[in-house]
């Protein structure tokens, strides 16, 4: 059963860190870019950091560069996003998501997961 399991949110204050992971029974893990999206209330679903199967490459949306880092342990089938400098404005729903594999420059992802809220107060 293909599944994609978020885990790690949390309620924190601006300028914490928060870890999310998302286990993932996808066939072909290792050979998927993975990304992770979030979506606030009212606002469209953005991309925030992906990474390709071998963990080399990763990229990040501006507002998350230099305080996110995207990460993978192809072993565990897990992904992870590393978050530090909470703000508010980086309350959302957070999901993993699995691209085809061998997919270079995705334009869809065909797995998603339930999501995990982050909630940051001020």
């Known amino acids: 059963q293909v599944q994609l399991v978020e885990s790690g949110g949390g309620l924190v204050q601006a300028g914490a860190s928060l870890r999310l992971s998302c286990a993932a029974s996808?066939?072909?893990?290792?050979?998927?870019?993975m990304g992770w999206f979030r979506q606030a209330p009212g606002k469209e679903r953005e991309l925030v950091a992906t990474?390709?199967?071998?963990?080399?490459?990763?990229s990040y949306a501006d507002s998350v560069k230099g305080r996110f880092t995207i990460s993978r342990d192809n072993a565990k089938n897990t992904v992870y996003l590393q978050m530090n400098s909470l703000t508010p404005a980086d309350t959302a729903v957070y999901y993993c998501?699995?691209?085809?594999?061998?997919?270079?420059?995705?334009?869809?992802?065909?797995?998603w997961g339930q999501g995990t809220q982050v909630t940051v107060s001020s």
């Open positions: 996808v066939p072909t893990f290792s050979t998927r870019i």
């Open positions: 990474i390709t199967w071998s963990g080399g490459s990763t």
């Open positions: 998501a699995a691209a085809a594999p061998l997919v270079l420059r995705p334009s869809r992802y065909d797995y």
